[in-house]
């Protein structure tokens, strides 16, 4: 009897979804460390500061910030949408971040799950662990990105990329 009762609430296009290939998912783990000659709360401040993190999160040259706000406390969120410039494959076109802040430990660590979108369609999901080590002289950075990238996405080569980049950007802008 319930066979029939699916049978009859199946739709009538449900074979050919079936047979449509899904997108591809594409999981992958990367583990960058940054060294910076500056105290642990310094580099701490630089996430948790609003117009801090902006400088070197949000702002790169050529682009337009359409939004940055940040609530910095677990279960807060922080957005970023911004337009890419001029220069790059896509002018004008919309990349929004949305995170939540899963954990904070000040000067210890801040977990966030992020997803991100082009034009409004999302193309991946993340889990990022950032850990602040006090070592002489500075400070170690431990960023740990676990990501599903969705098909058409940036992949995790460019994002490696990307994080790296930033993290260069936050020595630049960041801690000064």
């Known amino acids: 009897m319930s ?3 699916l049978a009859q609430e199946k739709p009538a296009n449900s074979e050919r979804t079936l047979a449509m290939p899904q997108p ?11 060294r910076y000659a500056k105290p642990v709360a310094r ?6 500061d609003p117009a801090k993190k902006r400088r070197w999160y949000a702002e790169r040259e050529g ?6 706000e940040m609530d910095f406390r677990p279960g807060g969120s922080e957005t970023l949408a911004y337009r890419m410039g001029a220069n790059t494959p896509f002018p004008g076109a919309l990349i929004s971040n949305q ?3 899963q954990d904070i430990v000040e000067n210890q660590r801040v977990v966030t799950a992020s997803a991100m979108a082009f034009e409004g369609r999302r193309f991946s999901a993340s889990l990022l662990t950032f850990e602040f080590l006090a070592v002489d002289g500075g400070t170690v950075l431990v960023c740990t990105h ?3 990238f969705f098909e058409g996405a940036d992949g995790p080569e460019r994002r490696e990329k990307g994080w790296q980049d930033l993290l260069a950007r936050l ?6």
């Open 63 to 68: 682009n337009t910030v359409d939004k940055f």
């Open 3 to 5: 066979d029939q009762i």
């Open 171 to 176: 020595e630049k802008e960041g801690l000064r």
């Open 43 to 48: 580099v701490f401040a630089a996430f948790s």
């Open 99 to 101: 995170e939540v802040f």
């Open 146 to 148: 676990q990501g599903a």
């Open 24 to 34: 591809p998912v594409i999981h992958a783990t990367f583990v960058i460390e940054k």
